[in-house]
């Protein structure tokens, strides 16, 4: 596991995005999966009414959960692209909160944080 404090927060976002000192998380597949009990991951890589590509992860008793892929992450895959364990070896989960304190989940690439992305 591994946190970055963004210490500049200017420095590679796009002009008119505020970020002050935003805690950024990433954990890997394997943990978060054990940490969170799944006992299924989609096949294939699924996606959203919005066009957004995710992967779903779903526990032993049913209950399912979406984590979409960063915007930049999801540049290298496609709807349909094999969820295999190099795609899975290759991306981190990512954990920041939004200015409206929500806590948002998304697929990063692994040792690239998309911070922009984790915005969204």
């Known amino acids: 596991m591994s946190t970055q404090e963004l210490q500049n927060p200017s420095m590679?976002?796009?002009e008119g995005v505020a970020i002050s000192a935003t805690?950024?998380?990433t954990v890997s597949i394997k943990a978060y999966v054990a940490e969170r009990g799944y006992?299924?991951?989609s096949s294939t890589v699924?996606?959203?009414v919005n066009k957004i590509p995710y992967i779903m992860f779903t526990t032993s008793e049913g209950v399912s959960d979406v984590v979409c892929?960063?915007?930049r992450t999801a540049e290298g895959v496609s709807v349909g692209t094999p969820v295999t364990k190099e795609l899975l070896g290759s991306l981190?989960?990512?954990f920041t909160t939004n200015?409206?304190?929500?806590e948002r989940v998304k697929l990063v690439t692994k040792g690239g944080m998309d911070?922009?992305?984790l915005l969204d």
């Open 99 to 102: 200015a409206s304190g929500e």
């Open 92 to 94: 981190d989960i990512g």
């Open 115 to 117: 911070i922009a992305g």
């Open 12 to 14: 590679g976002i796009a």
């Open 69 to 71: 892929f960063s915007k």
């Open 23 to 25: 805690k950024l998380r």
């Open 46 to 48: 699924l996606e959203t």
């Open 39 to 41: 006992a299924r991951i």
